[in-house]
């Protein structure tokens, strides 16, 4: 087993559409818990990014962790276009220490 | 710059050659990530430094692989007698800012393709 799960899709969603990705993950050390965006042939763009168990919003997306199941979840409300992108559930131990990331979901927002 | 640079953005050699890659960090950051990344998998780790020294190298696939980082800044990772299964996306990152230190930014990679 993977130390983190991801399902890679592909998602395919209407323009508007709420989006819902998860991960889940087997490590109980992972401390810090962030999501990826990334397009076609670029590196990883930062989304969000959690400490611990809670929720955090940050305008049309939502980041919420649940460490008693550890399962992740980024919801992405209002879906455009320039959504379209690969999103990395990506984990840590401690500051600064390697992140343990998930495949990736390739998601698609149909106008 | 104001974000991780990478060079070069794309690379192709033969089997059994020489390569360096470079990362140029944000300024200021001390931690600096190799990781690699293959079609369709998300990114795995191959190095960390903390300042000047290999804090962790143990993702690091092989002896063929090594890294340094001599100065604290920038990075070079290199690569002997490539391997068609060493072609991937090679992504750097850093992280050690004031806020949020431990956050990640990433680099736009440097595509490698072994022939």
């Known amino acids: 087993q993977k130390e983190v799960e991801q399902d890679p899709g592909p998602l395919s969603v209407p323009e508007g559409a709420i989006v819902s990705l998860n991960c889940t993950y087997s490590?109980?050390?992972?401390?810090?818990f962030m999501w990826y965006r990334q397009y076609s042939r670029k590196g990883p763009e930062l989304l969000m990014y959690t400490y611990s168990s809670g929720n955090k919003e940050d305008g049309r997306f939502t980041a919420q962790v649940d460490k008693s199941s550890k399962y992740i979840s980024l919801f992405i409300r209002d879906s455009q276009p320039s959504d379209s992108a690969t999103y990395l559930c990506?984990?840590?131990?401690?500051?600064?220490?390697?992140?343990?990331f998930g495949k990736g979901t390739r998601l698609s927002v149909i106008a | 710059g104001a974000g991780v640079s990478q060079t070069p953005s794309n690379k192709v050699t033969e089997k059994g050659k020489y390569v360096e890659l470079r990362c140029d960090p944000i300024?200021?950051?001390?931690?600096l990530y190799w990781y690699r990344q293959s079609l369709g998998q998300g990114p795995e780790f191959l190095i960390y430094?903390?300042?000047?020294?290999?804090?962790?190298d143990s993702g690091l696939p092989n002896d063929r692989f090594f890294a340094v980082r001599p100065e604290g800044s920038v990075s070079t990772l290199k690569i002997q007698r490539t391997e068609r299964g060493d072609s991937a996306v090679y992504l750097c990152?850093?992280?050690?800012?004031?806020?949020?230190?431990?956050?990640?930014?990433f680099g736009p990679g440097t595509r490698l393709l072994v022939l």
């Open positions: 990152a850093s992280s050690g800012g004031r806020a949020m230190q431990e956050t990640q930014y």
């Open positions: 430094f903390q300042g000047t020294g290999a804090a962790d």
């Open positions: 490590n109980s050390a992972f401390q810090y």
């Open positions: 990506a984990m840590g131990r401690s500051g600064n220490t390697p992140l343990v």
């Open positions: 300024s200021g950051h001390t931690a």
